[in-house]
């Protein structure tokens, strides 16, 4: 037993390291492209961003169809701003043009065109966006990019259904599509900085779904391990549950047809969410270790500015009722409800038809534990908005996107309820 957890151990350590080296050193090559290579779809990009709103709403007073060309600037700025002849220093620093009374879309233009113009530090921004950004600025600008990302999900989507239908998991295909509906999926391409978690989520469920099909758990701990190290290098800080919640949750709806013993299925998520945890944290970690080693600065005062600054507000009535607003802001955005008044009025029709079709077909025997994991996971979700209250606040119109996990948790909750859920090949 001692022999088989030390070699788990070790084989998981390896995997982090090895995950995270590959992370770095996308970062590392992509400073290396010239920057002569990607001028001209940069200036493309900056003017793109000069003709369109630093925020704005795609379907008026909806912000579940916010764009975020704010966060989209930046990274694109970051990563023209890495330094083919200092690769290490540059992509740890992330520096990008801005100065206190200019947007950053006016600095960023202006930037391109004085390499000496005003500069600042965002150290906690050195990961995988502005990599890919200055990598995909060799062949297309960032309309280019955020049309290849909605491909790149459209195509991860169909293979996780195509995986759930071959199977007859057919209530696991229906619930995922109703789950991605109901956070309006279709604008997450919007804004590039927001999408990783998407396309992690949606390539690593489908891998997962696979694996417990063919009761190979142990390789699905393995996989999540390594999505959470992705996810905290791609994007950390936007709807990262997403990446662990989502694949974990069909897992354990696949796991739970077989009727293994409640407790075992238990441990066998809490043990998912601990590894993938690890490896989110730990490249964090990781992240601020080789900042201050590269730049040989004290990091600690960021850490904590960026801890707090995310955590701590009360806002101008109290902490309650700051946190109430934010929970009634991120849960406001779901679709339909988000959708001004016909949008409220068809989510309050749902919701009573919901309790109406749970009511009248309900089953008898359904299984409590099941739906306990479901839910248990699901409110993951609510945690992360609770710990992060600040930020899940202030961006809520993208934070809002991590409850796809929470519906997905209550669809298939239902389905265990009225017996839509198959298990062994049979209607329950």
Same mark, same amino acid.
């Given at each position: 037993?001692?022999?088989?957890?030390?070699?788990?151990?070790?084989?998981?350590?390896?995997?982090?390291?090895?995950?995270?080296?590959?992370?770095?050193?996308?970062?590392?090559?992509?400073?290396?492209?010239?920057?002569?290579?990607?001028?001209?779809?940069?200036?493309?990009?900056?003017?793109?961003?000069?003709?369109?709103?630093?925020?704005?709403?795609?379907?008026?007073?909806?912000?579940?169809?916010?764009?975020?060309?704010?966060?989209?600037?930046?990274?694109?700025?970051?990563?023209?701003?890495?330094?083919?002849?200092?690769?290490?220093?540059?992509?740890?620093?992330?520096?990008?043009?801005?100065?206190?009374?200019?947007?950053?879309?006016?600095?960023?233009?202006?930037?391109?065109?004085?390499?000496?113009?005003?500069?600042?530090?965002?150290?906690?921004?050195?990961?995988?966006?502005?990599?890919?950004?200055?990598?995909?600025?060799?062949?297309?600008?960032?309309?280019?990019?955020?049309?290849?990302?909605?491909?790149?999900?459209?195509?991860?989507? %169909?293979?996780?259904?195509?995986?759930?239908?071959?199977?007859?998991?057919? %209530?696991?295909?229906?619930?995922?599509?109703? &789950?991605? /509906?109901?956070?309006?999926?279709?604008?997450?391409?919007?804004?590039?900085?927001?999408?990783?978690?998407?396309?992690?989520?949606? %390539?690593?469920?489908?891998?997962?779904?696979?694996? %417990? /099909?063919?009761?190979?758990?142990?390789?699905?701990?393995?996989?999540?391990?390594?999505?959470?190290?992705?996810?905290?290098?791609?994007?950390?800080?936007?709807?990262?549950?997403?990446?662990?919640?989502? +694949?974990?949750?069909?897992?354990?709806?696949?796991?739970?047809?077989?009727?293994?013993?409640?407790?075992?299925?238990?441990?066998?998520?809490?043990?998912?969410?601990?590894?993938?945890?690890?490896?989110?944290?730990?490249?964090?970690?990781?992240?601020?270790?080789?900042?201050? &080693?590269?730049?040989?600065?004290?990091?600690? +005062?960021?850490?904590?500015?960026? /801890?707090?600054?995310?955590?701590?507000?009360?806002?101008?009535?109290?902490?309650? +009722?700051?946190?109430?607003?934010?929970?009634?802001?991120?849960?406001?955005?779901?679709?339909?409800?988000?959708?001004?008044?016909?949008?409220?009025?068809?989510?309050?029709?749902?919701?009573?038809?919901?309790?109406?079709?749970?009511?009248?077909?309900?089953?008898?025997?359904?299984?409590?534990?099941?739906?306990? /994991?479901?839910?248990?996971?699901? &409110?993951?979700?609510?945690?992360?908005?609770?710990?992060?209250?600040?930020?899940?606040?202030?961006?809520?119109?993208?934070?809002?996107?991590?409850?796809?996990?929470?519906?997905? &948790?209550?669809?298939?909750?239902?389905?265990?309820?009225?017996?839509?859920?198959?298990?062994?090949?049979?209607?329950?």
């Amino acid at each position: 037993m001692l022999k088989a957890s030390l070699y788990h151990i070790i084989k998981y350590i390896l995997v982090f390291v090895l995950t995270a080296a590959l992370c770095a050193s996308l970062l590392v090559c992509s400073a290396l492209i010239p920057s002569n290579a990607v001028r001209d779809n940069t200036l493309r990009s900056a003017q793109f961003f000069q003709d369109n709103g630093i925020f704005y709403d795609r379907i008026e007073g909806v912000p579940a169809s916010r764009v975020d060309n704010y966060a989209d600037t930046i990274t694109v700025d970051i990563g023209w701003c890495f330094d083919e002849n200092d690769p290490f220093k540059s992509t740890m620093l992330a520096e990008y043009y801005t100065t206190e009374t200019e947007n950053v879309r006016d600095s960023f233009s202006k930037g391109l065109l004085d390499s000496g113009y005003d500069r600042s530090e965002y150290l906690r921004y050195w990961h995988g966006s502005a990599a890919v950004s200055r990598i995909m600025h060799q062949f297309t600008d960032i309309s280019g990019m955020r049309v290849c990302a909605a491909v790149i999900m459209i195509l991860l989507a %169909a293979a996780l259904l195509t995986v759930l239908i071959m199977n007859r998991l057919y %209530a696991e295909a229906v619930c995922s599509v109703l &789950a991605l /509906i109901s956070v309006s999926v279709w604008f997450v391409p919007e804004a590039i900085q927001n999408v990783w978690c998407f396309i992690i989520m949606l %390539a690593v469920s489908p891998i997962c779904a696979m694996f %417990a /099909i063919r009761n190979k758990y142990e390789q699905i701990c393995t996989i999540l391990l390594i999505s959470g190290v992705v996810t905290n290098f791609f994007d950390f800080l936007t709807t990262e549950t997403l990446t662990l919640l989502f +694949p974990l949750i069909l897992v354990i709806s696949i796991k739970r047809r077989t009727g293994g013993k409640l407790r075992d299925d238990m441990m066998y998520a809490v043990k998912c969410c601990a590894l993938w945890l690890c490896g989110y944290c730990f490249m964090w970690v990781l992240k601020w270790i080789c900042a201050a &080693a590269v730049l040989g600065t004290d990091v600690m +005062p960021f850490v904590g500015e960026h /801890i707090s600054e995310r955590m701590y507000d009360r806002g101008d009535s109290g902490l309650i +009722p700051f946190i109430a607003e934010m929970f009634m802001r991120n849960t406001g955005c779901l679709f339909p409800a988000g959708y001004n008044e016909p949008g409220i009025i068809g989510a309050v029709l749902l919701v009573l038809g919901f309790c109406f079709y749970i009511f009248v077909f309900r089953k008898k025997g359904w299984d409590k534990g099941t739906i306990a /994991i479901f839910l248990l996971l699901g &409110a993951v979700v609510f945690m992360r908005y609770l710990v992060l209250h600040n930020h899940s606040h202030g961006h809520y119109f993208f934070t809002y996107r991590a409850q796809a996990s929470a519906v997905l &948790a209550v669809l298939l909750s239902a389905a265990e309820f009225t017996g839509v859920r198959v298990k062994n090949g049979k209607k329950t």
